[in-house]
């Protein structure tokens, strides 16, 4: 799997997994938040793959963690995946505009942090959720110098969608 982890946390220890048993239990949080995402809003199933086919052109919601931890949760697609992820998200297949399609990966990045933050324990969550943010352009692949940091991809009707979760 595609997935890179740094973990200074002064709580963790890495016996029992290569990653810490923090770093694993936050990674399995993660995807079963973006596993019950999927089911929810979009009614689809998701696993997880090892890489995304490439593609020229991406976009990508960033949500900030302001607070303890700091951080943030990045969802980054390819325009098709994101045109797919709109329609199963609105219910339809249509020509998505670029504000709908802005507005579904912003949304999809709000529920998969939102998401995961409710699963931490309250001590761990003491942090606040930006706005999401939306950029397009090339791929964008640096997970920074987080103490801990992964990138996830999520794959869904012959589609992969990328979350990049990197905490401070």
Request: proline share 5%; aromatic share 6%; net charge negative.
């Amino acid at each position: 799997m595609d997935t890179a982890q740094r973990l200074d946390l002064p709580s963790a220890s890495n016996s029992a997994s290569p990653h810490g048993p923090i770093a694993t239990r936050w990674i399995a949080l993660l995807d079963d938040t973006v596993d019950e995402v999927f089911e929810a809003m979009l009614r689809r199933r998701c696993t997880i793959v090892e890489e995304a086919p490439p593609s020229a052109a991406y976009i990508s919601a960033k949500i900030l963690f302001s607070g303890t931890p700091d951080g943030h949760c990045v969802v980054q697609a390819s325009l098709a995946t994101a045109s797919r992820l709109t329609g199963a998200l609105l219910g339809a297949e249509d020509d998505w505009g670029d504000k709908m399609i802005d507005d579904a990966v912003g949304e999809m990045c709000n529920m998969i942090a939102g998401g995961w933050k409710s699963r931490l324990e309250t001590f761990m969550a003491c942090f606040q959720l930006s706005v999401p943010k939306l950029s397009r352009g090339p791929a964008r692949h640096a997970l920074g110098h987080a103490r801990l940091a992964t990138r996830r991809l999520y794959a869904f009707d012959d589609s992969v969608l990328e979350v990049t979760l990197s905490l401070n």
